[in-house]
């Protein structure tokens, strides 16, 4: 019987993905965790761990070339997503995991103290009243909430210089037509996954920075 890591070791090599030495077996214990809180929390419509590798594991992995640290932060994390993974497979980015649903962190604070996670922190806040000490290298979202949206309440979240990550499905012409005016488009990406149909695109946005006087 094919274990779930030789599933994830399989599917990191179909993608290319390189992680850490202990990464996949990092995968593997999140997964298993994963599977058995959503049993009781409900945490994702995903039920299975071996669906979960490309659904999750390897969907939040495509994004990893365009995040930068060393300060990230994932908005609305839910069971961890993307936010898990890319600390998984960059261990020197610092990560904050920030949701609001007491059931959602009580499930984020058992992965990152099972697995010893020392690169993620969890903070368990509505991301309109989060008052960091510092800003952000890097905002990450997946399936939070409409991309204006996301930027009017998360993108102050990032310092002038940084960016803010939008995962979506298909591409969101009618959000990208109502941008907030204090932000600009850097990229969209599609996003090639070879365990799923299903298109992804990525959404780099950027503050709009006033020139600064020489």
Not at 147 to 154: I, N, T, V, W, Y
Not at 165 to 177: H, I, Q
């Given at each position: 019987m094919v274990t779930l890591d030789a599933h994830i070791s399989r599917a990191l090599r179909r993608t290319g993905i390189e992680v850490p030495q202990d990464g996949i077996r990092l995968f593997g214990e999140y997964l298993r965790l994963l599977e058995r809180w959503n049993q009781t929390y409900n945490l994702t419509a995903v039920r299975h761990g071996e669906e979960m590798i490309d659904r999750h594991v390897i969907d939040s992995l495509t994004i990893l070339p365009w995040v930068r640290g060393p300060r990230v932060l994932d908005v609305g994390s839910g069971a961890g997503l993307p936010g898990i993974p890319l600390a998984i497979a960059g261990p020197a980015v610092q990560m904050v995991l920030l949701d609001s649903n007491i059931k959602r962190v009580r499930f984020l604070r058992q992965v990152v103290l099972e697995l010893g996670l020392a690169n993620i922190s969890v903070v368990r806040c509505r991301v309109e009243d989060y008052q960091p000490e510092v800003l952000f290298d890097s905002v990450v979202a997946r399936a939070f909430a409409p991309?204006?949206?996301?930027?009017?309440?998360?993108g102050r979240l990032c310092?002038?210089?940084?960016?803010?990550?939008?995962?979506?499905?298909?591409?969101?012409?009618?959000?990208?037509?109502?941008?907030?005016s204090e932000y600009r488009i850097e990229g969209v990406y599609r996003l090639h996954m070879?365990?799923?149909?299903?298109?992804?695109?990525?959404?780099?946005?950027?503050?709009?920075?006033?020139?600064?006087?020489n």
């Open positions: 991309l204006p949206e996301l930027l009017r309440g998360a310092h002038d210089r940084g960016r803010v990550l939008a995962m979506k499905g298909m591409y969101p012409a009618s959000e990208l037509a109502d941008l907030p070879p365990g799923l149909d299903a298109e992804r695109h990525l959404i780099h946005c950027a503050p709009n920075v006033p020139p600064r006087d």
